[in-house]
T-cell receptor, first 117, second 109 residues
């Protein structure tokens, strides 16, 4: 149980284009979904918290207009990187939260590796 | 505030033990442990809740001391499959997790 999928796994795009990444909880309804960014050999940096039917809450320093988040249902959240630039190249990981083990546990998707040329 | 993990890196031979520590400057109600292999997403290991409990998962166990605001992950009789980066996560409010910088573990034959 607690499987989270992410699509696509890899994407290469030209500078200036937009890229959409989907995150789905396959066998449970997630109370909350989260989007992270990770640079090589670094920790997970939380970008935003997403709740179904409401606006995402962005972390300080994350541009809302650049990283658009839509949470259409309890099992689907999307991240759109708009007008991507080479510095947006990174590993983007989503997680879905479920009550387990006595607390809210986050289960991660497999990640999306974005390369902007 | 980001929890502090130590050590930054550990190199083991198969069968050896290791301890990874995670400490916070603020009061903790829970600590979450994950392992991430290169190029993959983090995998949930366990969650420890306030109460000083200890949990086990095969030969991997953890303790949580909320008075000291720290948790420790114990890897016993390490296997090659234990290699990866271990992250602890602490609450950042609204069910958010703030992750430590990670501890890289390499297990060699």
């Amino acid at each position: 149980g607690a499987v989270v999928s992410q699509h696509p796994s890899r994407v290469i795009c030209k500078s200036g284009t937009s890229v959409k990444i989907e995150c789905r909880s396959l066998d449970f309804q997630a109370t909350t979904m989260f989007w992270y960014r990770q640079f090589p050999k670094q920790s997970l940096m939380l970008m935003a918290t997403s709740n179904e039917g409401s606006k995402a809450t962005y972390e300080q320093g994350v541009e809302k207009d650049k990283f658009l988040i839509n949470h259409a249902s309890l099992t689907l959240s999307t991240l759109t990187v708009t007008s991507a630039h080479p510095e947006d190249s990174s590993f983007y990981i989503c997680s879905a939260s479920q009550l387990a083990g006595g607390g809210e546990t986050q289960y991660f998707g497999p990640g999306t590796r974005l390369l902007v040329l | 505030q980001q929890p502090v993990q130590s050590p930054q890196a550990v190199i083991l031979r198969e069968g050896e033990d290791a301890v990874i520590n995670c400490s916070s400057s603020k009061a903790l109600y829970s600590v979450h442990w994950y392992r991430q292999k290169h190029g993959e997403a983090p995998v949930f290991l366990m969650i420890l809740l306030k109460g000083g409990e200890q949990k086990g998962h095969e030969k991997i166990s953890a303790s949580f001391n909320e008075k000291k605001q720290q948790s420790s992950l114990y890897l016993t009789a390490s296997q090659l499959s234990y290699s990866g980066t271990y992250f602890c996560g602490t609450e950042g409010g609204y069910n958010k997790l703030i992750f430590g910088a990670g501890t890289r573990l390499a297990v060699h034959p």
